[in-house]
């Protein structure tokens, strides 16, 4: 699984919208032993039917889906890199996720404040952009000064870094996010950014439009906007209304789709999230299947099957021989594996094979 985490200004609808998410499709913790259990993060399953397909098929016990952990950052607000409201708190989480997700208050209501006084979602993504930057910068700045004096007296290591570092702060200063000008780092650079100084702004970043339900489904003027600033910067965007979500999170699974097709909507919140969260990750998921379980799993796009073993147990890798393979849709035209192995649409892979999305595999190895 991978972790989003959910920043945004106060009062534009985070918690309402991580905790709909959260019990909409809340994961069973305990098959999940890598997950983070802490009162902020969210285990949540990604909605897919073919584990529940391939488990029915195959009379595994149960079926355990690919988990996607959603984080609640709070306490971002407009000088928090200065220390303002919670201070710099909030940072340290945002270091641990995979991608940022950006909630942007659209909807209006007289009831509920806005921090900055009018609802401007264009104007709440660069606040907190500036946020992120501010701190990027302070971080590039504070190592500045550590290697600056070993750099002078002729620290080779430390040279590399003031040069990372100085490229790095070109950027900052400028106002810009380092995702946005990985082009003009050299791969080093990039590296250094990420694996040393775990800089914020070099996160993906996706925007959520949190949209008032009386809006819905296509909202109003300031979506529009957004929508612009989101194209132009090629940041993908996701509407949502929370308040909605929050209600869905209480029905079954059939009154949620009618719900839905009442406000002119095809999918729920979190199946959008989701998605945009694997595409914007290039994430793919493949499956595994025994009589115990039929079980997804998640892997970046490019990753060669004897990675992908590895996620399933080390010694999987360490023995590997070779995988079963059969994709998803040539599964869907026999009826089970057996079949498929006695029709030969089996392929037998070596460990460079990159895994698809749909693949399900079958790892050969020695113990
Ligand atoms: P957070 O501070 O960003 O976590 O915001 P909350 O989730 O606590 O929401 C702040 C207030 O806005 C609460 O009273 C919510 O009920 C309300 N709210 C959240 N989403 C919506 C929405 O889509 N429409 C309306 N009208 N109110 C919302």
Known sequence: GFKLGIVGLPNVGKSTLFNALI??????????????????????EVPDERPQIIAQREGAARVVPAVIEFV????????????????????????????????????EDEDIAHVEGTVDPV?????????????????VEKRLAR?????????????????HLKA???????????????????????????????LL????????????????PEGKANLKTLKKKAEEEAIPLVCVCAELEAQLAELSQEEQIEMLAAYGLKESGLTKVIREGYRLLDLVTFFTVNEKEARAWTVPQ????????????????????????INFKDYLEVTSLSEA????????????????????????FKA
């Open 147 to 163: 290697v600056d004096k070993p750099a002078r007296s002729g620290d080779k290591a430390a040279r590399k870094e003031v040069e």
């Open 341 to 364: 192995r006695q029709k030969g649409r089996l392929r037998l892979e070596g460990r460079d094979y990159l895994i698809q999305d749909g693949d399900i595999v079958y790892i050969r």
């Open 72 to 107: 609640d950052i709070a306490g971002l607000v407009k000088n928090a890199s200065k220390g303002e409201g919670l201070g710099n708190q909030f940072l340290a989480h945002i270091r641990e996720v995979d991608a940022i997700a950006l909630v942007l208050r659209c909807f």
């Open 201 to 216: 702004t070099l996160k993906p970043v996706l925007y959520i439009a949190n949209i008032g339900e009386s809006d819905l």
């Open 23 to 44: 019990q909409t499709a809340k994961a069973e913790v305990a098959n999940y032993p890598f997950c983070t259990i802490e009162p902020n993060v969210g285990v949540v």
């Open 168 to 198: 790095l702060r070109t950027i900052l200063e400028a106002a810009e996010p380092i995702r946005k000008h990985t082009e003009e780092l050299s791969s080093e650079t990039l590296d250094y950014a990420e694996k040393v100084l775990f």
């Open 302 to 325: 490019g990753t060669p099957v004897v990675k992908a073993a590895g996620k399933i147990h080390s010694d999987m890798e360490r023995g590997f021989i070779a995988a079963e393979v």
């Open 123 to 139: 104007r709440d993504a660069e606040i907190v952009e500036l946020e992120l930057i501010a701190k990027d910068l302070e971080t």
